[in-house]
């Protein structure tokens, strides 16, 4: 079918609508979302085959990868906020994460979680706090805006072995996302100072604040077996929507590229990118990954005629912007607060600009490339995942973070102690 033909289907009822005097502006967006339905509803039957077949690989996706990696973290999250742990450990680390991020200590909870899980846990765990009032409004943005990253899972054993077929890039692409993820985090630090009241931090000392929370957790006497079941099935019903965001955006981008919508743009903005050196291959590959995360890598990979520092800089652009599916269901996680995912789609947008700035200077290092080739990863390098390999991963993620928390707080408590000790000596 003429591409040109289907985007004249698509659009012309919008633009219609958008002419139309009597239409108030108030209605305008629920009336264009429908017009949207109504002609995704036509291509579906259009292109049935591809939609069932897109549906499946989301399914599959979603239950062999994307359920048992990230099922154990919001598990745990939603334990430890509940048992009140979180708080203990956010104000020994409030010295580590006020001054480079400008968040409370807490902050470091889904900092650690988001780096090691994947998406949308950071996010999951942000608006957890946001919640109990853990944040405040700024500071979730805040927070939000750097901690929402992709997963060692998926950068090492997806794209690294299966997409690029050299396991020795999963470290290096890794790690290029993680900086760019914290330098987004110290540049988001300004972010709405000038709207803070007041702090929510308290005047009195470190130690004493913190035996406060833990005598606070011991006063609570929680029923473990009531927090377990309401963790487990609040985490099921984040993951179920997760599934239906993956399901449906896989659709969505597939039909897209079989109707040569995503051609079309491509045409459209070449142009423009062409004097950057880009190739329309590669222009494809990026305007999918702007939706979806997985084709749009997949496609980048395999661009031919592009050296391999060109396609890491792509793929780095892609898992650091994230793709609207994922914003999607971060979107929907936030929705129940205050939130506005506003600072969060700037912070993703300069995550993906930086990690493709970052890979390109790391990728040309001669330096680096003797530590990249043995990956900590490479006993889990495989093509393909079992969800059992997932969730087992999944779970040592966890604990690996976890372990990192206690450690930061253990030190963070000793140097409070010997803080204390000396200005009594001084006394």
Request: hydrophobic share 55%.
């Amino acid at each position: 079918m003429n591409p040109y033909f289907v985007a004249i289907i698509i659009i012309v009822p919008v633009l219609l609508a958008v002419s139309m005097k009597q239409i108030k502006v108030i209605n305008l967006r629920s009336i264009t979302l429908s017009i949207a339905c109504v002609a995704f509803i036509l291509l579906l039957i259009m292109f049935s085959d591809t939609a069932v077949k897109s549906a499946s690989k989301g399914i599959q996706l979603w239950l062999g990868v994307v359920f048992p990696s990230l099922f154990p973290f919001f598990v745990a999250s939603e334990i430890l906020n509940k048992t009140k742990f979180i708080n203990a450990i956010g104000v020994l680390l409030e010295p580590i994460m006020r001054p480079l991020f400008n968040v409370p200590g807490c902050g470091s909870f889904a900092l650690a979680m988001g780096i090691t899980s994947g998406y949308p846990v950071g996010a999951k765990i942000t608006a957890s706090m946001r919640e109990d009032n853990l944040l405040t409004k700024t500071e979730s943005e805040r927070l939000l805006s750097f901690t929402n990253n992709s997963g060692p899972l998926f950068i090492v054993g997806a794209v690294a072995v299966g997409m690029f077929k050299m396991p020795e890039l999963g470290l290096l692409i890794l790690s290029c996302h993680i900086l760019a993820s914290i330098t987004v985090g110290i540049i988001f630090r300004f972010y709405g100072r000038n709207k803070e009241s007041t702090s929510l931090a308290s005047n009195e000392k470190t130690w004493a604040r913190f035996k406060k929370e833990l005598a606070q957790i011991g006063r609570q006497n929680p029923n473990l077996g009531i927090i377990l079941g309401d963790a487990v099935k609040n985490s099921i019903n984040v993951m179920m929507t997760i599934g239906g965001f993956i399901i449906l955006f896989s659709v969505i981008i597939n039909v897209l590229i079989e109707i040569g919508f995503i051609a079309l743009l491509s045409d459209f903005i070449y142009p423009v990118l062409s004097l950057l050196g880009m190739s329309k291959e590669m222009i494809t590959a990026l305007l999918s990954g702007f939706f979806e995360i997985t084709t749009g890598s997949n496609m980048a990979c395999n661009v031919e005629g592009t050296a391999l520092i060109d396609k890491l800089a792509a793929v780095s652009l892609i898992l650091g912007w994230a793709g609207i599916s994922v914003h999607s269901q971060v979107y929907s996680i936030i929705s129940k607060t205050d939130i506005s995912i506003k600072p969060y789609l700037i912070g993703k947008m300069l995550q993906g600009i930086l990690a493709a700035i970052y890979i390109s200077i790391a990728a040309r290092l001669p330096q680096i490339t003797p530590f990249i080739v043995k990956s900590v990863f490479n006993e889990m390098m495989q093509s393909e995942f079992p969800w059992i390999n997932s969730l087992l991963y999944s779970m040592q993620n966890m604990l690996i973070s976890v372990i990192l928390l206690i450690l930061l707080t253990v030190i963070s408590l000793i140097f409070s102690l010997i803080k204390g000790f000396a200005g009594s000596k001084k006394i």
